[in-house]
Nanobody, 128 residues
Framework: QVQPVESGGGLVQAGGSLRLSCAAS????????IGWFRQCPGKEREFVAA????????YYEDSVKGRFTISRDNAKNTVYLQMNSLKPEDTAVYYC?????????????????????WGQGTQVTVSS
């Protein structure tokens, strides 16, 4: 079992960059697919990006394609979310989630209920 812990959030101006990290304990981290989600006050948690257990497959929500990059270093038990060209609408609490193995479809990997392990979140605020 893994316990994700997010870090790297903060305040940045529009157009700037941040790199979020998701560190997870557990010797089987490399067997987990990882997703990043975000949530604004009063809104549902939404999918941002995901990476499969090997790092060979990455997936993005349309609004972040070309701006965000997800990657993983299994030797360090860490997944990263590099966020460039940030916009005020990217402001949210960002959550890392882990699921053993993978997901059967692109749709499945965007579903919050198909990830078993969640971090506490890290705040990202983008000022205009």
């Amino acid at each position: 079992q893994v316990q994700p812990v997010e870090s790297g959030g903060g305040l940045v101006q529009a157009g700037g960059s941040l790199r979020l990290s998701c560190a997870a304990s557990g010797r089987t981290f490399s067997s987990y697919s990882i997703g990043w989600f975000r949530q604004c006050p009063g809104k549902e948690r939404e999918f941002v990006a995901a990476i499969n257990w090997s790092g060979g497959g990455t997936y993005y929500e349309d609004s972040v394609k070309g701006r965000f990059t997800i990657s993983r270093d299994n030797a360090k038990n860490t997944v990263y979310l590099q966020m460039n060209s940030l916009k005020p609408e990217d402001t949210a609490v960002y959550y890392c989630a882990a699921q053993w193995g993978g997901h059967s479809s692109d749709y499945a990997r965007t579903r919050t209920n198909l990830y078993a392990h969640w971090g506490q979140g890290t705040q990202v605020t983008v000022s205009s």
